[in-house]
């Protein structure tokens, strides 16, 4: 859009630049830069434009822009136009995630290279290597509190060793995803410690007061996020002689987004990794990067801003990397985060799908698919070019942030069924083959969240303990089961490093001062590589889980109707253990695949007459595309085995395509 007053100002800014900058070939940077100059013009102004610096500033964050787009390697430009002419790249089947701890997967950065094939040999070709950049030993957060934004922990490796991973991985076909954590730094950052020193440009980087009455008016409306461990969210920094922000843990502050040097300094750290090879940027925290009295400081209309700037700037520099918004909060509010008013995902391209996970788990313990059902009617549709990951586990806990009204819905009381859902999943529940850990205790209010591994938490352990073939059984089913939702519910799906092999809960973390209070490393384990290989050997628990997942991947790159275009139907049956969904592509109207699901231990059917009312599977055998058989069927009842699941097609209708 051409708007006089913006372009009068490029037109200023660009007669500004340094003579390097002028001398460069820039034909594609003046292309974007020319096409999102007025969206990044007035979204700066909105934030930044009372400022009397406010044209100092803007002419500062183009020229980022211009070195940044300088330094990008021209293998990544070509990567760049590549996407831009194929620009639902990423809406395909084919992409299927892994997220690891990179020391405990594979050491360190070369060590990843070398697991590469063992990825490839399952159908990963995305990667989320969790953080790595520099962090303060014993305060480090799992590596979320970072001390150096441009440099690797030496024990990962070196910034060299990422460009040779990113190579390594593109020749495969595969993406890399890494972290920019926006919303706070180490407190012994450089621009903490300048701070500690008295130096009023980085005091002005966080929020610092000099006693009590403006932290006491935040802490009226803020939450604690870690109410165990870092009550309050504020902490009094002796050397400083000030308070300063803390909202997660009191050795990381919190950055102050209302100074437009932040969020400047921000974009070209996350424009640097870019260009070291990143494909995806994952952006840690968003949801709390505006703070403001009298709110929760959570999913501010600032923070958004803040988002869709950092994104109109990457396009100008690398429009084929894309943004994960790291919000875990409600649904109405996580569907903010690809951009409102929009029809294509103007601030993230992906986010975390928190809720479908802690759904599922929810059926897990129950044992009927009721909330699960209920919960997905009340996601909100996303837009057209973003996408979901979705998740049976990742690095964190399992919250219980389902709406009270669904719970409602479907007769629970909410109260009563999060503490029914922490006492199973602790193992408190009589009857429960659950290992898991309570995580967030508030004791004011009794909340609390899970921790975990997959296998655990799915009974597994409690099985091979007992050594019993038929709780075995049903355990490796309940995993593989989890697995084939998120894989064809629709988004890219996420799989937890260790889970492909059914790695238990690693209780290891208890001997460590710095983990010990953090219940979350019992499931951030450090893969055994033996147990590991035994997916080799037939029979094995880890065979038959491994195989199982490569299967079902193979069979999800093959299938059309599970590319991710909205075009998922929830479909509605009188059996309430099941979760039954129809995926359709929308150019290939008789590729429909219909995924049912078992969450009951005893088996359960599928009433064909309610689909073919529907119009659905008149015609033509059913077929399962994981196994390529026919299901049984009895009195056109589709018979779904305890803890099983079902990707059904028409034969009839896939031997025509």
């Known amino acids: 859009m051409y708007e006089q007053v913006s372009h009068a100002l490029l037109n200023d800014i660009l007669d500004e630049f340094s003579h390097r900058v002028v001398r460069e070939d820039l034909r594609h940077f003046y292309t974007r830069l020319g096409a999102n100059f007025y969206a990044i013009h007035s979204l700066f102004e909105h934030l930044y434009g009372h400022r009397e610096d406010f044209k100092d500033q803007m002419v500062a964050l183009t020229e980022r822009l211009a070195r940044a787009y300088i330094d990008r390697p021209e293998r990544l430009k070509q990567i760049d136009m590549e996407r831009e002419e194929n620009h639902n790249w990423f809406l395909s089947p084919e992409w299927v995630g892994m997220a690891l701890y990179l020391d405990g997967f594979a050491g360190n950065l070369k060590g990843l290279i070398e697991r590469l094939p063992y990825l490839q040999d399952l159908g990963v070709n995305m990667v989320h290597v969790m953080p790595i950049l520099r962090c303060p030993l014993g305060a480090s957060d799992g590596g979320y509190a970072v001390s150096d934004f441009r440099n690797i922990d030496p024990r990962a490796g070196s910034v060299e060793d990422i460009s040779a991973l990113t190579d390594s991985m593109h020749k495969r076909g595969m993406l890399l995803t890494l972290d920019v954590v926006v919303n706070h730094t180490s407190n012994e950052h450089e621009w903490a410690q300048k701070a500690r020193e008295g130096d009023k440009t980085y005091q002005d980087f966080y929020y610092v007061f000099p006693n009590r009455d403006v932290p006491d008016m935040f802490e009226e409306t803020l939450p604690e996020i870690f109410p165990e461990n870092a009550p309050g969210n504020f902490t009094w920094d002796e050397e400083m002689g000030k308070w300063v922000m803390t909202v997660f843990n009191h050795y990381q502050w919190d950055l102050n987004y209302s100074n437009p040097a932040v969020f400047i300094e921000m974009l070209d750290i996350i424009l640097f990794w870019a260009n070291q090879g990143a494909d995806i940027v994952r952006l840690d925290a968003v949801a709390f990067l505006w703070k403001k009295i009298g709110t929760t400081s959570q999913n501010e209309r600032e923070a958004h801003l803040i988002l869709q700037l950092m994104k109109d700037c990457c396009q100008v520099v690398a429009p084929g990397v894309l943004f994960i918004a790291e919000a875990i909060v409600s649904p109405s509010e996580i569907i903010k985060y690809f951009g409102e008013d929009a029809v294509i995902a103007k601030e993230c391209e992906i986010a975390y799908n928190a809720t479908f996970m802690a759904l599922l788990w929810d059926a897990v313990a129950t044992k009927n698919a009721k909330l699960l059902n209920q919960g997905i009617k009340s996601l909100p549709h996303k837009l057209d070019r973003a996408t979901w990951l979705n998740y049976v586990r990742c690095h964190d806990d399992i919250g219980l942030g389902f709406d009270d009204a669904d719970i409602r819905t479907c007769d629970y009381d909410p109260y009563a069924?999060?503490?029914?859902?922490?006492?199973?999943?602790?193992?408190?529940?009589?009857?429960?083959?659950?290992?898991?850990?309570?995580?967030?205790?508030?004791?004011?209010?009794?909340?609390?969240?899970?921790?975990?591994?997959?296998?655990?938490?799915?009974?597994?352990?409690?099985?091979?303990?007992?050594?019993?073939?038929?709780?075995?059984?049903?355990?490796?089913?309940?995993?593989?089961?989890?697995?084939?939702?998120?894989?064809?519910?629709?988004?890219?799906?996420?799989?937890?490093?260790?889970?492909?092999?059914?790695?238990?809960?690693?209780?290891?973390?208890?001997?460590?001062?710095?983990?010990?209070?953090?219940?979350?490393?019992?499931?951030?384990?450090?893969?055994?590589?033996?147990?590991?290989?035994?997916?080799?050997?037939?029979?094995?628990?880890?065979?038959?889980?491994?195989?199982?997942?490569?299967?079902?991947?193979?069979?999800?790159?093959?299938?059309?109707?599970?590319?991710?275009?909205?075009?998922?139907?929830?479909?509605d049956v009188s059996n309430p253990h099941l979760f039954v969904f129809l995926r359709t592509h929308p150019m290939m109207q008789t590729s429909s695949v219909l995924v049912a699901a078992n969450f009951d231990v005893t088996p359960q059917y599928l009433d064909l007459e309610e689909l073919s009312q529907r119009g659905l599977f008149r015609y033509g055998q059913l077929q399962d595309l994981v196994t390529g058989d026919s299901p049984a069927i009895f009195n056109n009842r589709v018979i779904i085995p305890p803890y099983h699941f079902y990707w059904l097609a028409n034969q009839r209708a896939r031997s025509q395509l």
């Open 417 to 571: 069924h999060r503490h029914f859902l922490i006492d199973w999943f602790t193992g408190a529940f009589e009857g429960s083959p659950a290992r898991g850990r309570p995580f967030g205790v508030n004791h004011k209010t009794g909340d609390a969240r899970i921790a975990g591994a997959l296998a655990s938490l799915a009974g597994l352990e409690t099985a091979l303990e007992s050594n019993d073939p038929e709780q075995i059984d049903h355990a490796v089913a309940l995993i593989l089961t989890l697995h084939g939702m998120i894989l064809s519910f629709g988004g890219i799906p996420l799989i937890w490093y260790g889970d492909e092999v059914g790695t238990l809960n690693d209780c290891s973390f208890l001997d460590d001062v710095n983990k010990a209070s953090d219940a979350r490393w019992i499931h951030r384990p450090r893969i055994n590589w033996d147990r590991a290989n035994r997916r080799l050997e037939h029979g094995t628990v880890e065979q038959r889980l491994f195989d199982g997942l490569k299967r079902m991947i193979a069979v999800r790159k093959n299938t059309p109707a599970f590319a991710d275009f909205n075009n998922r139907e929830l479909i």
